[in-house]
């Protein structure tokens, strides 16, 4: 089965850092740039970061800029965001996609939820 898998969230306090991945199964992502997105309540889904399939060009949208920061392992056939200085708006639903666009990703994960809070 061709899928994306969200993992890595949790509750943390502003501050804290998490670790979330998105490993992919039935496929290889090495050939994909991987973009991360987010979703809080009420609001809508946004761009949080993308990654190249080289992994030699970053994005990142203003508000995570400096404290996020996404890798890849195509080894592991998974990409990281790592999210350090955690604040409360940061509280949201998180997914990865194999685009960078979101309106070019067709279907969507499960995600994974990321609450900061104190």
């Known amino acids: 089965q061709v899928q994306l898998v969200e993992s890595g969230g949790g509750l943390v306090q502003p501050g804290g850092s998490l670790r979330l991945s998105c490993a992919a199964s039935g496929f290889f992502l090495r050939s994909y740039s991987i973009g991360w997105f987010r979703q809080a309540p009420g609001k809508e889904r946004e761009g949080v970061s993308c990654?190249?399939?080289?992994?030699?060009?970053?994005n990142y949208s203003d508000s995570v800029k400096g404290r996020f920061t996404i890798s890849r392992d195509n080894g592991k056939n998974t990409v990281y965001l790592q999210m350090n200085s955690l604040k409360p708006e940061d509280t949201a639903i998180y997914y990865c996609?194999?685009?960078?666009?979101?309106?070019?990703?067709?279907?969507w994960g499960q995600g994974t939820q990321v609450t900061v809070s104190s």
């Open positions: 996609a194999t685009s960078c666009r979101l309106r070019s990703v067709g279907s």
């Open positions: 990654i190249s399939s080289s992994a030699g060009t970053t």
